[in-house]
């Protein structure tokens, strides 16, 4: 069972920068997928950005510009450096993984996920 934890995530004003981090320590994190996601009350949980093994990279169209993903294979993370936050940023970002290239981008493709951490955005 691959455990997944988030840490970062906090209240900020528009316009300023958070940094999400996701530890996913098991031996296979290397050839796994990671994405980041996020969800609002009442509404499904949209993908935001993902990472491929061989680090490529896959950005919803809100936050391309704006947001970077990365990872450190070394320390079993990946990161989502969020720049330029904008209310609309607001929502709980859920980290998860899956076996295989990031797409399709849904999060039912998606087989383990950590817990969530609040990302707060005030105008």
């Known amino acids: 069972q691959v455990q997944l934890v988030e840490s970062g995530g906090g209240l900020v004003q528009a316009g300023a920068s958070l940094t999400l981090s996701c530890s996913a320590p098991e031996v296979t994190f290397y050839i796994k997928a990671m994405g980041w996601f996020r969800q609002v009350p009442g509404k499904e949980r949209e993908f935001v950005a993902g990472?491929?093994?061989?680090?490529?990279?896959l950005y919803a169209d809100s936050v391309k510009g704006r947001f970077t993903i990365s990872r450190d294979n070394a320390k079993y993370e990946v990161y989502l450096q969020m720049n330029d936050l904008k209310p609309e940023d607001t929502a709980v970002y859920y980290c998860?993984?899956?076996?295989?290239?990031?797409?399709?981008?849904?999060?039912?493709?998606?087989?383990?996920w950590g817990q969530g951490t609040q990302v707060t955005v005030s105008s």
């Open positions: 998860a993984q899956k076996l295989g290239p990031i797409s399709p981008v849904i999060a039912s493709d998606y087989d383990y």
């Open positions: 990472i491929g093994a061989a680090h490529s990279r």
